[in-house]
Every structure is written in structure tokens, then in C-alpha cells.
């Protein structure tokens, strides 16, 4: 259980480092570039084992780890057009909703079991999505951009299906020397769409923004490596309704503690349906 909790620990962690870039006007892609190889080295370094690059080629879960690598950065890319164009609230509640992908797979594919608490779970967990963010778009969405959201939504569920399946069948033990490699992949897309000015007109690097970056690689490398030990020990269809809207409930707290962000009758009563979910799935 500490898997779980630590895991969303860190992810709240992005949460607020994310909502400072924002104060501190940090740039999100040199900080993000910078994040995925801090992350890597801390990946590596906790792995503590010599290894090559062509013993990494032959690894078994080394084609799903580029996979992975190419939809972290792709989702990252997305989540932040998403954002500018078709509004946050609905960009946040698309990344969060996609959690019935995987947790569809997991009942259907790999046999997760089914039952009446969990099944009650699993449906007040998209309520609770809904209601978490309600009101939280400051300006109408632009009808144009609503594609976004569903790539997002596709995007989100599918890495999060892609690495359950790389940890059930290939992973193992090896899962910090997985989670380096997704890293470093994450890292050489990051720096082609950086140096090639696809996502913006190139920039000086900044002291500041790659020391931000190292501060969010390491909640990154927490927040994924505890991620990924969960899956080993929970079935699909608890832990992502669990870490999702937990993590969405903790955002919502943390802006209306630290952030002073109002919180409307709706968000608390989304707070509480995420705390009911957690409670549901507990009892199954």
C-alpha cells in the first residue's frame, strides 16, 4: 500500500512544481527535456547494476519501452495544446478519464476480477472526474480544438495499457532499468522537438530552468518508478481508478491550500465520490 500512496505523493508533487513553473515563469520544455534525463540518471543510478546499450536492444520489454518513451513526450505535447486550445478543465478531465482504457483491458484481456464494490468503484470514479473539475474553465472552450482532447484521452490511456502489459509479461526485476531507457527515449524526442523549433521558437538555455527541471525529474523518477511497482501489485482495474482520481483530488486540495483556489460545492462533492471510490475498491 505504500507503493500507492508514494506514488501519488509524487505525482502531487508535479502538481505543485508544475503550478511554480507557471509563478517562476519557467520554460515547461527546456525544464521537461532537462526532467527526462535527471530522471533517467536517477533511474540508473537506483538500478546500480553495469550495463550496455546493446544488452538494452536485446532486452524483452525493449520495444514496448520505446513505445512508451515516444507516448510520454507525445502526451506531453498534447496535454499543453490541449490546454491553450480547448480549455484546461477540459484537458484535465480527458487525461483523467482515459483511465477506463486500461482498466477496460485489464477485465477484458487479463481476467481482473469483477465484483459489485469494485464495479461501484469504478463508476464513481468518472463523476468524480467531472465534478473535481467543474467550473474550472475561465474562458469558453474553442469547438476547433475539441480533437485535442480525444488524442489526449487515446494518448493517456494507451501508455498507461502499454506499460501494465510491459510489467505483467517482460519487466520483472528490471523495472528501474526500464524505466532509465523510457527516460533517455523520452529525452532524444524531447531534444529533436526542442532543437528543431517544432514546438516553438528555440530558446537560450537558462541555469534556472534546467535546475527546475532536476527538481521535477526527481518527483518524475518517484512518482514512475513507484507507479510502475503498484501495477505489480494490484490488478488494473484498482489501482488506476485509485491513483487517478486521488491524484485529481489531491490537485484540487493542494490549489485550494497552497494555491488559495476556490473550491465550488461540486468540487467537494467530487472530493468526496473520489474518496468513496477509494473506499469501494478498498472493500472488493
Known amino acids: 500500500m ?5 506514488a501519488i505523493f509524487f505525482s502531487s508533487c508535479i502538481i505543485v512544481t508544475f503550478r511554480l513553473f507557471i509563478i517562476l515563469k519557467i520554460d515547461n520544455l527546456q525544464a521537461i527535456t532537462v526532467n527526462y534525463l535527471a530522471a533517467a540518471i536517477f533511474s540508473y ?10 544488452e538494452l536492444l536485446h532486452k524483452p520489454w525493449f520495444g514496448w519501452a520505446v513505445i512508451n518513451g515516444f507516448l510520454f513526450i507525445l502526451v506531453f505535447f498534447v496535454f499543453a495544446r490541449s490546454a491553450q486550445k480547448a480549455g484546461v478543465a477540459i484537458t484535465a478531465v480527458a487525461s483523467k478519464m ?6 477496460s483491458i485489464g477485465i477484458i484481456i487479463y481476467g481482473d476480477s469483477l465484483n459489485i464494490p469494485k464495479a461501484a468503484g469504478i463508476l464513481t470514479a468518472f463523476p468524480a472526474f ?3 473539475f467543474w467550473g ?4 469558453p472552450a474553442d469547438k476547433r480544438y475539441w480533437l485535442l482532447p480525444l488524442i489526449l484521452f487515446l494518448g493517456t490511456g494507451s501508455n498507461d495499457s502499454v506499460m501494465k502489459h510491459a510489467q505483467k509479461f517482460h519487466v520483472g526485476d528490471e523495472y528501474l532499468l526500464f524505466l532509465g531507457t523510457i527516460f533517455v ?6 531534444t529533436f522537438a526542442w532543437l528543431s523549433g517544432l514546438s516553438g521558437p528555440v530558446k537560450k538555455i537558462s541555469l534556472r530552468n534546467v535546475v527546475a527541471g532536476l527538481i521535477l525529474g526527481f518527483f518524475n523518477f518517484g512518482s514512475t518508478m ?5 501495477l505489480a501489485l494490484f490488478e488494473s482495474s484498482v489501482f488506476f481508478p485509485v491513483f487517478n482520481v486521488s491524484v485529481v483530488s489531491m490537485g484540487a486540495l493542494i490549489g485550494w491550500l497552497i494555491f488559495k483556489e476556490k473550491l465550488l460545492l461540486k468540487n467537494w462533492l467530487g472530493i468526496l465520490l473520489a474518496i468513496l471510490t ?3 475498491i478498498a472493500i472488493a
Open 98 to 103: 482515459s483511465v477506463i482504457i486500461p482498466v
Open 226 to 230: 513507484f507507479f510502475l511497482k503498484s
Open 185 to 190: 527515449l523520452s529525452l532524444v524526442i524531447g
Open 130 to 132: 467531472y465534478l473535481v
Open 2 to 6: 505504500e507503493n500507492i500512496v508514494l
Open 45 to 54: 543510478l537506483a538500478y546500480g547494476q553495469s550495463f550496455t546499450a546493446v
Open 278 to 280: 477509494i473506499i469501494f
Open 136 to 139: 474550472r474553465q475561465k474562458e
